[in-house]
C-alpha cells in the first residue's frame, strides 16, 4: 500500500533526526507530479474520498502521484498547515481556525490560504459521557475539558457556556493530541471536542452513550471544520495539479456517497491501517459524514466569504481580534471544478 510506503519512509526519515521538526522529506524533493499531503489525523472517514479515488487508481490515471500521510508520523508533534507553511507538504488538511490563528499572530509569517472544505457543514461537537448527567453547554462550568492544545479551543467553549447562561470557568488538561479521546474515555476529564462521525462513531459502537453540543447552535459560527490548506503563492506545478487533485478528489467523495456499504468495504480492503478494519462500522461513520460532504447546490470543496466573516466577527467580539484580515486573503475557490 501507498500509504504504509509512504509511513514507513516518513518514520525511518524521523528516526535518523534528533526530532521530528527535522522532517526531510519535503515536498521540494518530490517528482514534479507528485502531490504531498498532511493529513489532520489518523486516516479515517473524513478523507475517504481521497483514500477511494487513490485506492482506486483515479489520481495516477490523471497525472497526479498523490503521497500522502498522516499524523502519527510524530504523534501529531507538528500542525499540519505548519508542514505547508515549512514547504513538506503541497497540501494539508485541518480545520479554519489554524488558518485564523496563524494569520492573525503578529510574530508569523503567513504563506498559506485554504483551496476548499472536505465538510459543508458542522462535524465536530463537544461531548461528555450521559452518565455525567450534564444535558446543555451552561453545565459544562466547573468541568475539567481534555484538550488538543489547539487555537481558540478555549474560547470556543468558553462562548459556548455563556451563550448557554453559564459561567465560562472550567479546567482543562492537555494530553498528547492523538491520546485525548482515550484519556476521556479513561475519566482523565468531562468534556471532550470530537466529531460525530469518528470518535461519535466509536462511541456508540463501544456503548458509550455521549450528550453533545454543535458550537453553531450557541454562538460560534461555523468556519469549515475541515479544509485544504495549500501554499498562498503555489509553485505552477502545484498550481496545475490543484484542479486535478479537486476533481479526482469529488468524483471520489462521490462515488463514497453513492455506495456507502460498498465504498466501507473497498476501503477496508485496500487500506492497511486499524481505522479500516471493520466494514460495517466505517459504514456506519460514512452514513454520519456523508450528507456532509457536498453542498446543496454546486461545487464539492466550495466557501462561501461569509462564513470567513462571521468567523472573524466573532473573534472580534471575544477579543481574540482587534482588526480582522480581510476574508479573501484567508481562502480562494480558484482551483475548485465548477459543476462537479
Not at 459521557?129 to 484538550?147: C, F, H, M, N
Not at 462564513?307 to 466573532?314: C, I, K, T
Request: glycine share 6%; proline share 6%.
Amino acid at each position: 500500500m501507498r500509504y504504509l510506503i509512504c509511513l514507513t519512509l516518513l518514520m525511518t526519515l524521523f528516526a535518523r533526526c534528533s526530532s521530528p521538526e527535522q522532517h526531510t522529506a519535503t515536498a521540494t524533493d518530490a517528482p514534479a507530479d507528485t502531490l504531498v499531503l498532511a493529513l489532520d489525523w489518523s486516516p479515517n472517514v473524513l478523507h475517504a474520498g481521497i483514500l477511494y479515488a487513490d485506492t482506486k487508481g483515479w489520481f495516477d490515471s490523471a497525472g497526479v502521484h498523490l503521497k500522502w500521510y498522516s499524523t502519527e508520523i510524530d504523534n501529531y508533534t507538528k500542525k499540519p498547515i505548519l508542514r505547508v507553511m515549512d514547504g513538506e507538504a503541497d497540501l494539508a488538511i485541518g480545520p479554519t481556525e489554524h488558518i485564523l490563528h496563524y494569520a492573525t499572530d503578529s510574530t508569523s509569517q503567513v504563506s498559506v490560504q485554504a483551496i476548499g472544505t472536505l465538510l459543508q457543514r458542522d462535524q465536530s461537537v463537544f461531548a461528555v459521557k450521559e452518565s455525567t448527567g450534564i444535558s446543555r453547554p451552561a453545565d459544562l462550568s466547573g468541568q475539567t475539558y481534555v484538550g488538543y492544545h489547539t487555537p481558540m479551543e478555549e474560547a470556543i467553549l468558553s462562548t459556548m457556556i455563556e451563550t448557554d447562561g453559564g459561567t465560562p470557568s472550567f479546567d482543562m488538561i492537555h494530553p498528547p493530541r492523538l491520546d485525548v479521546w482515550d484519556a476521556f474515555l479513561a475519566d482523565s476529564g468531562d468534556i471532550v471536542w470530537i466529531f460525530t462521525h469518528w470518535e461519535g462513531q466509536l462511541a456508540k459502537a463501544d456503548g458509550v452513550a455521549l450528550n453533545w453540543f454543535y458550537p453553531s447552535e450557541y454562538g460560534v459560527p461555523y468556519g469549515y471544520s475541515s479544509v485544504v490548506f495549500a501554499p498562498s503563492e503555489p509553485t505552477a506545478q502545484q498550481a496545475a495539479m490543484y484542479p486535478t487533485f479537486w476533481k479526482v478528489a469529488a468524483k471520489g467523495y462521490r462515488a463514497v456517497q453513492a455506495d456507502l456499504p460498498g465504498a466501507a468495504t473497498w476501503l477496508c480492503e485496500h487500506i492497511d491501517h486499524p481505522n479500516f478494519e471493520d466494514p460495517a462500522f466505517i459504514e456506519q461513520a460514512l452514513a454520519d459524514i456523508a450528507p456532509a460532504y457536498f453542498p446543496e447546490q454546486g461545487t464539492f470543496g466550495y466557501m462561501q466569504e461569509e462564513n470567513f466573516s462571521r468567523y472573524l466577527d466573532w473573534m472580534i467580539d471575544v477579543e481574540l481580534l482587534d482588526q480582522a484580515p480581510i476574508p479573501e486573503s484567508l481562502y480562494t475557490n480558484t482551483y475548485l471544478n465548477r459543476g462537479e
